[in-house]
């Protein structure tokens, strides 16, 4: 039987976790290894300036008083370091990640944790609405990890896997523009002091053909194909004068 580890951002307790955890056993040995609450925008941090507790709760099944990219490094390193994950997924997270929000995403940052560890992985999301069901996104969610446990892939390119709220078919996609507002609210503590609010709004998405939020406004389940190399190759060649102006400044700051 393949490895599967099983993390998310939501914390050990989420549904979406559990219900991802139960349908992956279908098709593998799972080891459930989560954050012990709610880590979501916890992006990819690693904590490093304090220790690290691993606590058992059940058998296959940890908690870590850490993020998201802390779970995937115990995981990997410490608990399964004789029997390395074959394949890690991670959520299914209660909301959507998509576009320019993938970066602050606990969920996504799991599995390039994982990618960083040479082992492929997905993050999986869900838009909720009135009609959500997670069974039916963990439902999907089985059959993809089934297909990509047959199926040789990269594991440098991490898939996030998006789900609408209800599913016409699937889209493979690239990520989306979202359009930034006034995200910021302010309001006022009962003494009197001000205090902030990031992202009251829900984000607005530039329309754009092929992206994530195209596909699941329009009922599909996004699977965009993401690496962590940022390097904006176009502009290598551009910005290489850079070199020669700014060379012999460099040169002479000893
Ligand atoms: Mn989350």
Known sequence: MP??????????????????????????????????????????????NRPLRLMQIEENEWIVDGTPSDCVNLAVLKLMKENRPDLIVSGINFGPNLGDD??????????????????????????IGHHFSFDRCAAFAGELTRVALEQHRDPQIILNVNFPVEFTGVRVTKLGKRIYSEGVIERKDPRGRKYYWIGGEPPIWH????????????????????H???THHESIARLKPLEEMLGNFAAAQR
């Open 228 to 230: 962590l190399d940022l």
């Open 102 to 127: 993938v970066t602050y995403s606990g969920t996504i940052s799991a599995a390039f944790e994982g990618a960083l560890l040479n082992i492929p992985s997905i993050a999986f999301s869900a838009v």
């Open 3 to 48: 490895r599967i580890l099983v993390t998310n951002d939501d914390g050990i307790y989420s549904e979406g976790l559990r219900k991802l955890a139960t349908v992956c056993r279908q098709f593998g040995d799972v080891t459930i290894v989560a954050p012990d609450r709610e880590q979501s925008a916890a992006s990819h941090a690693l904590t490093l």
């Open 207 to 226: 329309p754009g053909e092929g992206t994530d939020f195209e596909a699941v406004q329009s009922g599909y389940v996004s699977i965009t194909p993401l």
